[in-house]
């Protein structure tokens, strides 16, 4: 399929909308603008059309018409891809996020999710049963996005990635077939969702399996960030039980009023942890960290887990440089490299955020799913904030030169992390066997590359 002009697609919508029960939106409706925005700042795509799909029909039809007219596809769920996959300058964007339905079975604690609803939605509809399914660290960020790049949030090394709590999946092909795929059906295709991204098709529901959950011990500690604490709460977190996973932000701290004035500004280990064990002995799960310095804040506390979710803004969409990374390790000398990084920047917000991994998600083969990282013992992502695009050489350098600084002999990458970085950082995130078998996947299910606005698997030739 090849790009055409978007006055061709524009001109064409009129057939479009006679076959959907949802809606086209073009660029001259009213509802145009808020449509087409995405969560991260920094462009301004400009579709010659979005299509709010109402089922897979839907789906079907938009592909065929896309297609037919050569227009490019983009698939939007939640519009976090850092490489604004979700959306595309004048072609056409198939956006999920009017496919809503949620459909427990409270009995085998599975669930089926519409891929319209976002990680927060999906959570606290499950609280409701004290039973959960982990994503990530974002309420707002889609379902979809986040599952089939692997899933890494605050049950991590409790219940493993997303895609280990993935039972099925109803997927839109290229050529209009509706799948369901599981361990018994499309098996090839179903291993490649596992941690492959959008490269097969237009998956518009997932089926997860629950895990009992009601009351966690979780939310923000704050400690000073120098070299001893970041290297004894990295320690700490790679000892500590399959039950405490975390997130450990290496930032200058903010203005915030839970924190005394003269730390504002000051590097601290800006944490979100969550304990998913029995209450009483997450206060001994906990120690070893608050012994590490006294703590700025501590808002540690019992909580419901959709609590564990800090409320966003929906009006915030900023712009950022990032590199995503694993490492073997966390020691002295690379928080020495954090730390000076984060004094040396004058970026409004940046840092290291560093994940312990391990636990579940590595107890899981690396050829069972197309996630190839099982081993990789930490994740880190470097970011920096910027506001004018004049600033955003310099922060590219200030990423590069403390990434550079972190590189070990892990080279792997976390593809829904990875922005757009070229194709050598997308195989990285799917490095060895694990390339070969998604190519040859992509080759029998979309041989055209009609979905290649993602993280690109092309096919095999």
Not at 90 to 111: C, H, K, N, S, Y
Not at 181 to 203: C, I, K, S, T
Not at 231 to 238: H, P, R, S, V
């Amino acid at each position: 399929m090849t790009s055409t002009d978007s006055r061709t697609v524009i001109r064409s919508l009129d057939d479009l909308r006679a076959t959907l029960r949802g809606r086209v939106i073009a660029p001259t409706d009213a509802e145009y603008d808020a449509a087409r925005q995405i969560a991260l700042g920094g462009s301004d795509p400009r579709p010659a059309a979005i299509v709010r799909v109402a089922d897979a029909d839907d789906v079907v039809h938009t592909i065929a018409h896309a297609r037919a007219v050569g227009a490019e596809l983009a698939v939007r769920g939640g519009g976090h891809s850092s490489a604004g996959h979700g959306t595309v300058d004048g072609g056409i964007v198939i956006d999920l996020r009017d496919l809503r339905r949620f459909e427990l079975d409270t009995e085998t604690r599975t669930a089926w999710a519409d891929a319209g609803l976002t990680a927060g939605e999906v959570t606290q509809s499950a609280a409701e049963h004290d039973l959960a399914c982990g994503f990530g660290d974002t309420a707002t960020v889609g379902i979809g996005g986040i599952t089939l790049g692997g899933g890494i949030g605050y049950l991590v090394r409790k219940h493993g990635l997303t895609i280990d709590s993935l039972l099925a999946a109803e997927i839109v092909t290229p050529d209009g077939q509706v799948l369901t795929v599981d361990a018994d059906h499309h098996p090839d295709l179903f291993w490649a969702l596992r941690g492959g991204g959008g490269n097969f098709g237009v998956v518009t529901r997932f089926r997860y399996q629950l895990h009992a959950l009601g009351q966690v011990v979780g939310g923000m500690l704050i400690l000073p960030a120098t070299p001893d604490t970041i290297a004894g709460f990295m320690a700490e977190a790679d000892a500590a039980a399959d039950e405490l996973s975390g997130i450990a932000n290496v930032m200058a701290c903010p203005p915030m009023p839970f924190v005394a004035a003269e730390h504002h500004g000051a590097p601290v280990i800006m944490a979100l942890l969550c304990w998913s064990g029995a209450v009483e002995d997450a206060e001994a799960a906990y120690a070893p960290f608050r012994a590490l310095a006294e703590p700025l804040a501590d808002m540690v506390r019992p909580i419901r887990y959709p609590e564990m979710y800090p409320p966003e803004d929906p009006d915030y969409h900023p712009t950022v440089v990032a590199h995503s990374m694993f490492v073997d390790r966390i020691g002295r000398e690379e928080a020495e490299a954090i730390v000076a990084a984060v004094r040396a920047s004058d970026a409004p917000m940046c840092g290291a955020q560093l994940r312990v991994l391990g636990g579940a998600a590595a107890r899981v083969p690396v050829e069972a799913t197309a996630f190839a990282h099982r081993a990789s013992r930490i994740m880190v992502h470097v970011f920096s904030l910027y506001e004018g695009e004049e600033e955003r050489p310099r922060h590219v350098a200030w990423v590069s030169e403390l990434s550079t600084a972190l590189q070990q002999s892990d080279t792997g990458a976390y593809v829904n992390f990875l922005a757009d970085e070229g194709p050598d950082r997308v195989r990285a995130a799917y490095p060895g066997a694990t390339w070969d078998r998604l190519v040859e996947v992509k080759r029998r299910y979309d041989p055209d590359n009609v979905f290649r606005r993602n993280q690109n698997v092309p096919p095999a030739t």
